[in-house]
């Protein structure tokens, strides 16, 4: 499902910031990916949504080769993946309905299937009530599931999530990982979540690769708790 072989990853500017990078993970497969500020996490999610390419090695997705994608490849690449971010990335002037529609129109879906498909992803993150309100209207809490539903309407094989519970209290990062939870059991979907909430990691034990200065430095299949700065 995903592969890394033998990747590394020098940015113009001289900076290393993977070395000799070596994943692989399964389908339906839940794993954190943790470590310090500048340690790889974000370059990795780049490489794995095609918006880097590795300097060397290989990074496989769904039997895609992506480092090897022409830049007009990648939008169609991105179709079998969703990714969640931070900090949400609504469209502010689009409705709920509207934000979730909106990464199906621009695969071309009609309007009908349309309809029907943002409906069942709002009510799995349990925001059916909300279709119609704008981002601002919402908790920070409510605006992560939104983007959740737009990241899973056209049924990614592969979840990314960026630091998904990084804006969020305890309480409402417990709900996002119960729901992120119930989209892999249920759905079979991938997920790869970087994140830097030790304490998550350790309440909802998954496999946890550690990354420092651009090295898997563990791959732990029970995951739990790890040390590492911040």
């Known amino acids: 499902m995903i592969e890394c072989n033998h990747v590394y990853k020098q940015y113009k500017n001289g900076t290393n910031a993977l070395y000799d990078l070596n994943i692989s993970v399964e389908q339906g497969e839940f794993v954190y990916i943790i470590g310090p500020t500048g340690s790889g996490k974000s370059t990795l999610i780049k490489l794995l949504d095609g918006e880097e390419t590795p300097t060397k090695g290989d990074v496989n997705v769904v039997g ?47 309007k009908k299937p349309i309809r029907k498909r943002v409906s069942e992803v709002l009510d799995l993150v349990g925001l059916k009530s909300k279709e119609g309100s704008f981002p601002n209207q919402l908790s920070g809490g409510q605006q992560q599931r939104v983007a959740i539903a737009r990241a899973i309407a056209n049924r990614p094989k592969v979840l990314i999530a960026d630091e998904p519970t990084g804006n969020l209290d305890p309480e409402k990062s417990d709900e996002i990982m119960d729901l992120l939870e119930k989209i892999n059991t249920r759905y079979g979907t991938t997920i790869l979540m970087v994140t830097h909430d030790l304490t998550l990691v350790n309440k909802h ?26």
Not at 208 to 218: C, D, F, M, R, S
């Open 64 to 110: 895609i080769n992506v480092g090897k994608l022409r830049p007009r490849q990648v939008p169609l690449y991105r179709r079998n993946i969703g990714v969640v971010f931070q900090d949400f990335r609504l469209l502010r002037a689009k409705t709920v309905f509207e934000n979730v529609a909106y990464a199906l129109e621009v695969i071309n879906m009609k």
């Open 205 to 230: 034990r998954k496999r946890t690769i550690v990354l420092e200065n651009g090295h898997i430095v563990a791959d732990l299949a029970e995951g739990g708790y790890v040390r590492h700065d911040q």
